[in-house]
């Protein structure tokens, strides 16, 4: 076993996902035969090898820092599930 | 028997729009009917846009009255739902999304509304393009044209199956490990991936940011070329858009491959899971372009095994950072019965997101958190640096490199769906041209004994596309795999 169920509740909180029961048995068995087949990678040396992060490298792609139009706010919210006087509304943040 | 308007290409609609022997309005209602007729039984579309695509082809046909005709003015064209749309809904294919209807364009949108393009609709897709069959989308999977109870290929199916179908004259697609490429071989259509930079991603929704890019899917090599000049170019809005020049690509369109030598990686051939009638295929195919000019020479690209590995450890865990911004708030659903911030955010997404977006989340997670991430997320990125420098090896030895495009034609609805791991290896010939950046297409090569598509992948090297367009289409102009077409009725 590569991961346990309690790493899967633990990998789940920190993407902010839910699971069932049903779901975490079957989430636990899929990631074990996924990690087992990626392990094919521990065959090669990488010693001191740059990862990639990019295809193509670019570097500090710069511009002018010059103001110009943005969204306007009515556009900004009109896609929210729920807003107030201009604001994206949620629940409540702070306790107590 | 005369063809009719929908079954025709850009550059033969073109000629007739130009020579006033058909309106855009009436090529548009050609193909809306073929969509009536068809449609029910694909499912290529989330949505289609008919009230607007007549407005979009009288305005067309009102530019074409004063003269001023580009190619692509009034020709119907198909959009997956993955680009943003200014007031037509975007929904990736995701309930997260269902109603998410964006306030701006697509830059390749705006490109295509300035050639006075006509829009079908929106095509069907693999939720958030995670998935190899179009079977993951939370408004069901299309069908192959070719064989309804089979896949079409993924994440763009829809797109594909909308050619293939001819429910659209060409589509636009988006391509992170082979959703292009993948179902157009499935689809028996041209689909090609652009060089990484070569077309802006500003208003793709972002999946796997350092590996997707926009292309099309034709009928031909022809509409490629001519959709590749129109969509192609520097972006400031993409800071990853390459600030080069784009040339004429029909200029590529030369019918000779003379002194192109064409490199044939042995790990791509007589592997487990590639099908005996891909192989043979694809080997007519490389005879044919060898009885036109070009060299066949073996290559190697060793580390072709890793790919899959190394693709599915860095897509998923760049999906899992950018889908972070889906929490309810800002865009998209959300889950009504919360109480708490946090709980409102699991309810929201535990809800909104189907089980593959799920999975590949949650591995992301896993190779970016404490303790894995030296183990999975940077193994798989220094692995993708070697596979770099295979193909870079291999560009000094050959122009370019010719592969099948999947391991095997498409296979049945619900195959490979309990078994993510047998889903994610038919992207095996696909995924190392996005590690590397790679300019890839897929063309047809050939039909199994069942009657199902197979493609022909050719990779080219970084901005080498006239060069891959130039064997492509020569091998078009000396195979007759383009002209069959599904019997739909």
Not at chain 1, 10 to 22: G, K, N, Y
Not at chain 1, 39 to 67: M, W, Y
Not at chain 2, 189 to 206: H, I, N
Not at chain 2, 252 to 275: H, M, Q, R, S, W
Request: hydrophobic share 40%.
């Amino acid at each position: 076993m590569r991961i346990t169920r309690i790493d899967v509740e633990h990998v789940a909180q920190l993407a902010r996902l839910r699971f069932s029961e049903d779901q975490l048995v079957l989430f636990t068995e899929q990631l074990n035969t996924l990690l087992s087949y990626f392990d094919k990678l521990q065959e090669v040396d990488t010693t001191g090898i740059e990862p990639s992060t990019h295809a193509v490298s670019l570097c500090n792609a710069f511009r002018e820092d010059l103001s110009r139009p943005s969204i306007v706010e009515d556009d900004a919210l009109r896609n929210a599930p729920a807003s107030e006087r201009g604001c994206f509304k949620v629940p409540k943040i702070i306790e107590g | 028997m005369a063809k009719e308007p929908f079954q025709m290409t850009v550059h033969e609609l073109h000629e007739l729009l130009k020579k006033k022997k058909i309106s855009s309005a009436e090529l548009t209602r050609s193909v809306f009917q073929r969509i009536d007729a068809v449609e029910h039984d694909v499912h290529a579309y989330i949505t289609l846009t008919r009230d607007l695509a007549l407005q979009q082809a009288a305005a067309a046909d009102s530019q074409i009255k004063q003269g001023a005709i580009a190619p692509l003015t009034g020709i119907p064209v198909a959009i997956k739902d993955i680009l943003c749309t200014a007031g037509i809904a975007t929904t990736c294919g995701s309930k997260i999304l269902e109603n998410f209807m964006p306030t701006y364009d697509a830059t390749v949108i705006k490109k295509l509304k300035e050639q006075h393009a006509v829009f079908v609709g929106k095509t069907n897709m693999d939720e958030f393009a995670m998935g190899s069959s179009t079977e993951t989308s939370c408004f069901g999977p299309t069908r192959n044209p070719w064989s309804l109870e089979r896949v079409p290929g993924g994440s763009s199916g829809g797109s594909a199956a909308a050619v293939a179908a001819e429910e659209c004259i060409a589509a636009l697609g988006t391509d992170t490990g082979g959703s292009i490429r993948q179902p157009a071989s499935c689809c028996g259509v041209v689909g090609m991936k652009p060089t990484y930079g070569r077309v802006s991603r500003f208003g793709l929704v972002a999946f796997a940011s350092s590996l997707d890019q926009i292309g099309p899917f034709t009928k031909d090599i022809t509409d490629t070329a001519l959709i590749m000049n129109y969509i192609c170019g520097y972006d400031p809005q993409d800071s990853t858009s390459v600030n080069r020049e784009v040339p004429d690509y029909t200029r590529a369109l030369v019918n000779d491959v003379t002194g192109l030598t064409l490199g044939v990686p042995k790990e791509y051939f007589g592997t487990a899971g590639i099908d005996p009638e891909v192989e043979t295929a694809v080997w007519s195919a490389l005879r044919e372009l060898e009885r036109q000019g070009a060299t066949i020479k073996e290559i190697s690209l060793p580390h072709t095994e890793y790919a899959v590995a190394a693709y599915y450890l860095i897509a998923p865990a760049e999906a899992s950072s950018n889908l972070a911004r889906y929490d309810g708030v800002k865009y998209g659903y959300r889950a009504l019965e919360e109480t708490g911030l946090r709980e409102m955010y699991e309810l929201t997404r535990s809800k909104g997101f189907g089980a593959e977006v799920k999975r590949r989340i949650m591995l992301g997670t896993y190779a970016l958190s404490a303790g894995y991430y030296d183990a999975y997320y940077k193994k798989a990125s220094q692995v993708r640096t070697l596979i770099r420098r295979d193909f870079k090896q291999a560009f000094a030895e050959c122009d370019l490199v010719v592969t099948p495009t999947a391991p095997t034609p498409p296979f049945k609805l619900g195959e490979k769906m309990n078994n993510p791991l047998q889903m994610y290896l038919s992207d095996i010939f696909t995924i190392p041209a996005n590690l590397a950046g790679l300019p890839g297409i897929s063309m047809p090569c050939g039909l199994s004994a069942g009657g199902l598509s197979i493609g022909l992948q050719i990779i080219g090297n970084v901005f080498a596309e006239e060069t891959m367009l130039r064997c492509a289409y020569c091998f078009e102009q000396n195979s007759e795999w383009h002209l069959k077409k599904p019997s739909l009725t």
